[in-house]
């Protein structure tokens, strides 16, 4: 297998130890053959999951006392846990659920409250069917198949069920992996070896073993006994396995005493040693080893999966069953013998044939034992986490939405019931502002977030205060036009204001990018020691020229205007020197602004012009009718470049400018809108190189913001309605209306989560995420009457 890099855990969900069941075993021989196997990659320096854990379902109020690999119980009766395990899993880092599949282990109607869990669930999930019904009712039937639709990928353990998913419930074959039921792997050894321990040394013994229920037809084999003792009287039958915790609960020990009465009454009582009791792997390993035969008479073909049969294989037992469907493959060419339905007869017959051919029965437990070996759980372990890995890939490559009707479903909906006729400010949110403020202490706005919670590791940036200090700006503007003044946002703007103020490097003209916590600013890292100076950017001394444009034009205070006016000029000359279109793009943005209120101010008149040139240049230069692009990859913030170069063409009357500007916005929209309609920015995991293929995730909320005010600028150049509705559509992605139908928008907090995953949205609620919603709000209100509401 390629090497991978590392991802979240595999979760493994199922009753488990403690509890009694089939399923529980299982689980806990998968979970632990995982972690052993994800151990053994981490040991070689390959990618994998970062741990096992399990989700346990619980089938009494109490629960168990389980061990650490269970992280998160479920009370199966309860549909309300099952949407706080989503919760839980939700919130944890990714990786993948592997659900063991039985109707009888999940609560409500045929086992439906998982779908629950399903349909809220981010990660990719897989399923393990250990029941796959040839003639399911109604209400099963359509259990499985949106089972199946829910999870990434399903897993059988015969060809049987992989047939019976294709051709009765509508599974497409790609979606389906064959995996074979695990073993343990124990050496083929006499069964001389372990008899006495168990009192039968010396006798030919017969084994079944399992969890005691009517429907593993130990009548029939009872009744084949007194035949097999009348020619091999050394005969022991071992009958190894609690009665079935459901039986028992409602019946006690009444099917375990009619099988003993009817043993007695057929004289054999003697030849038959009553085990008991649920054991544990390495004691049943060595009942195993004490076998001659092993029989399972279950008594009709619906068996998918057997467990007990797949251990009896994998212990090198000769074995005979009745041909249940997963009896038919494991013991086809000469691995077993196949008896008829509840007939004791030939079961006998089968029986005595075995034991009175030694090489013949010998040769069977060889064919057993050889076949096995690709079943062992290393080797299965193995092959689950191969399909974890594809799921999580090809989860990546196609990210689908929640199938649930959740918050995101439903503000995805609303939002287009909205768009169709026309947003209007009264069908916003509030501009709120309290994230905003939490992210924001004495010396400025905090970079990170964990969760909603300010994160001080990640220090302070320039360009988040600076897009900080336009946003309360903007707010202020529409709070006053409602006649109210918010002193606590001149605050806001001091402190932003001070932050770009302190982040200027007089001797070198340009801003300095970042500070940490403890007040050092960021260097170069050049790898030459004598660079010592301050770690610069073209984007980031942009956004601030942008910052402090909009001070100029916006700001009520004399003081803030002077100071950003003044620092507005130190740095201009900067931008003159940059080589990128995107610095060009973010200093024509901020020029613009301040030529709002000094329109007549000709050193930054000069400036617009060359850098305007510049960019124009670019996209003649570089573009085509197919690629009308001035770079040959589309990345970051993309809208801002038409966005500037519009700017421009409008206000130096310069159609050339403005014709560019559109037909490249327009192709930006095409390349940024999925098959559905729905705004879907480019991810930055690859981006989109030209003739390359689009990246989808992750997907950055600054994508958004760029869009909606590239959208609204070319509708106020050309009055077309089409850019306006795109505005509203790029808005509605914080809400909901995105490729995964998940709000990034927080209306509790007001932050804004930090991007949009293939699993899921990102929950930390980062300034630069929390900006771009609110400047992309805020933009939207100022294109439309009346004076929206302020929260906060």
């Given at each position: 297998?390629?090497?991978?890099?590392?991802?979240?855990?595999?979760?493994?969900?199922?009753?488990?130890?403690?509890?009694?069941?089939?399923?529980?075993?299982?689980?806990?021989?998968?979970?632990?053959?995982?972690?052993?196997?994800?151990?053994?990659?981490?040991?070689?320096?390959?990618?994998?999951?970062?741990?096992?854990?399990?989700?346990?379902?619980?089938?009494?109020?109490?629960?168990?006392?389980?061990?650490?690999?269970?992280?998160?119980?479920?009370?199966?009766?309860?549909?309300?846990?099952?949407?706080?395990?989503?919760?839980?899993?939700?919130?944890?880092?990714?990786?993948?659920?592997?659900?063991?599949?039985?109707?009888?282990?999940?609560?409500?109607?045929?086992?439906?409250?998982?779908?629950?869990?399903?349909?809220?669930?981010?990660?990719?999930?897989?399923?393990?069917?250990?029941?796959?019904?040839?003639?399911?009712?109604?209400?099963?039937?359509?259990?499985?198949?949106?089972?199946?639709?829910?999870?990434?990928?399903?897993?059988?353990?015969?060809?049987?069920?992989?047939?019976?998913?294709?051709?009765?419930?509508?599974?497409?074959?790609?979606?389906?992996?064959?995996?074979?039921?695990?073993?343990?792997?124990?050496?083929?050894?006499?069964?001389?070896?372990?008899?006495?321990?168990?009192?039968?040394?010396?006798?030919?013994?017969?084994?079944?073993?399992?969890?005691?229920?009517?429907?593993?037809?130990?009548?029939?084999?009872?009744?084949?006994?007194?035949?097999?003792?009348?020619?091999?009287?050394?005969v022991v039958y071992v009958v190894l396995g609690a009665t079935h915790p459901g039986i028992l609960a409602h019946s006690g020990e009444d099917y375990r005493s009619g099988l003993q009465s009817q043993a007695r009454k057929l004289g054999v009582d003697k030849h038959v040693k009553w085990f008991n009791k649920f054991v544990e792997t390495d004691e049943l390993m060595e009942f195993l080893g004490s076998a001659d035969l092993y029989v399972t008479p279950y008594l009709n073909e619906a068996q998918i999966t057997s467990g007990t049969l797949a251990y009896a294989l994998g212990a090198g037992k000769a074995t005979i069953s009745t041909p249940y469907w997963h009896a038919q493959e494991l013991l086809a060419d000469g691995r077993?013998?196949?008896?008829?339905?509840?007939?004791?007869?030939?079961?006998?017959?089968?029986?005595?044939?075995?034991?009175?051919?030694?090489?013949?029965?010998h040769a069977m437990r060889k064919a057993a034992y050889k076949h096995t070996r690709p079943m062992t759980w290393g080797r299965v372990a193995e092959q689950y986490l191969e399909v974890c890995r594809q799921v999580e890939s090809e989860r990546r490559a196609h990210p689908r939405p929640l199938a649930g009707a959740g918050g995101g479903t439903r503000a995805a909906r609303a939002a287009a019931e909205r768009l169709a006729g026309g947003v209007t400010r009264?069908?916003?949110?509030?501009?709120?502002?309290?994230?905003?403020?939490?992210?924001?202490?004495?010396?400025?706005?905090?970079v990170h977030a964990r969760h909603s919670v300010p994160d001080r590791r990640g220090g302070y940036r320039v360009d988040d205060n600076a897009r900080a200090l336009i946003a309360v700006l903007t707010a202020q503007d529409h709070i006053e036009a409602s006649g109210r003044f918010d002193e606590r946002l001149d605050e806001l703007a001091s402190t932003y204001l001070s932050f770009i103020d302190h982040s200027f490097d007089a001797t070198t003209g340009r801003f300095t990018e970042s500070l940490t916590y403890d007040r050092a600013w960021r260097l170069r890292d050049s790898g030459d020691p004598r660079d010592l100076g301050r770690a610069t950017s073209e984007d980031a001394h942009g956004k601030a020229i942008h910052a402090l444009g909009e001070c100029v034009a916006r700001s009520h205070q004399p003081g803030?205007?002077?100071?950003?006016?003044?620092?507005?000029h130190a740095a201009l000359g900067g931008c003159g020197r940059f080589e990128h279109p995107h610095g060009w793009a973010y200093a024509l943005i901020g020029v613009h602004a301040y030529l709002r209120r000094f329109g007549g101010d000709t050193h930054a008149r000069q400036l617009r012009e060359?850098?305007?040139?510049?960019?124009?240049?670019?996209?003649?230069?570089?573009?085509?009718?197919?690629?009308?692009?001035?770079?040959?990859?589309l990345t970051y913030t993309a809208a801002r470049l038409p966005h500037a170069l519009l700017l421009s063409g409008r206000w130096m009357f310069h159609d050339g400018m403005i014709q560019q500007a559109l037909a490249s916005l327009d192709w930006l929209n095409g390349v940024q809108t999925g098959e559905d309609g729905r705004f879907a920015p480019i991810g930055t995991e690859g981006w989109y190189p030209r003739?390359?293929?689009?990246?989808?995730?992750?997907?950055?909320?600054?994508?958004?913001?760029?869009?909606v005010e590239a959208n609204l600028e070319a509708h106020r150049v050309t009055g077309d309605a089409k850019y306006l509705e795109r505005a509203e559509r790029c808005l509605q992605w914080?809400?909901?209306?995105?490729?995964?139908?998940?709000?990034?928008?927080?209306?509790?907090?007001?932050?804004?989560?930090?991007?949009?995953?293939?699993?899921?949205?990102?929950?930390?609620?980062?300034?630069d995420a929390?900006?771009?919603?609110?400047l992309s709000l805020l933009a939207c209100l100022e294109a439309a009457l009346p004076a929206p509401r302020v929260a906060g």
């Open positions: 297998m390629a090497e991978t890099s590392s991802s979240g855990p595999v979760t493994v969900l199922g009753s488990y130890p403690p509890r009694r069941c089939g399923i529980a075993t299982f689980s806990r021989d998968l979970a632990e053959a995982l972690a052993t196997r994800v151990q053994r990659e981490r040991e070689h320096r390959r990618g994998g999951p970062d741990r096992v854990q399990a989700i346990a379902m619980n089938d009494r109020p109490e629960g168990y006392r389980y061990g650490p690999r269970v992280a998160f119980e479920i009370n199966e009766k309860r549909l309300a846990e099952y949407r706080l395990a989503a919760d839980f899993l939700n919130m944890g880092p990714g990786g993948v659920l592997s659900v063991q599949h039985e109707y009888g282990i999940y609560g409500g109607d045929h086992g439906a409250h998982v779908l629950e869990l399903l349909r809220r669930l981010r990660m990719p999930a897989v399923a393990t069917l250990h029941t796959v019904l040839k003639d399911p009712s109604v209400r099963q039937k359509e259990v499985l198949a949106e089972l199946a639709q829910l999870c990434d990928k399903v897993v059988v353990m015969a060809d049987r069920a992989y047939a019976f998913l294709t051709e009765i419930y509508n599974v497409p074959r790609e979606k389906i992996a064959l995996i074979p039921h695990g073993i343990h792997e124990v050496p083929f050894v006499d069964p001389a070896f372990y008899k006495d321990q168990f009192g039968v040394e010396g006798k030919r013994v017969i084994l079944t073993f399992g969890l005691l229920s009517p429907g593993k037809g130990l009548e029939a084999m009872i009744d084949a006994l007194p035949a097999v003792v009348k020619k091999h009287p050394d077993g013998e196949l008896v008829p339905f509840s007939d004791p007869a030939a079961l006998s017959n089968a029986i005595n044939k075995l034991f009175d051919h030694d090489t013949h029965r009264d069908e916003l949110p509030p501009v709120k502002l309290d994230h905003l403020r939490r992210l924001t202490d004495s010396a400025g706005m905090l803030h205007r002077a100071l950003a006016a003044q620092l507005f060359d850098l305007a040139h510049r960019l124009f240049g670019a996209f003649v230069t570089n573009g085509t009718p197919e690629w009308p692009w001035p770079n040959d990859e003739g390359g293929e689009k990246a989808r995730f992750h997907q950055l909320p600054m994508e958004a913001a760029g869009a914080f809400q909901g209306d995105n490729d995964l139908r998940q709000p990034l928008y927080d209306p509790i907090t007001g932050g804004c989560c930090d991007r949009l995953l293939p699993g899921g949205v990102d929950p930390n609620q980062g300034a929390t900006l771009s919603w609110l």
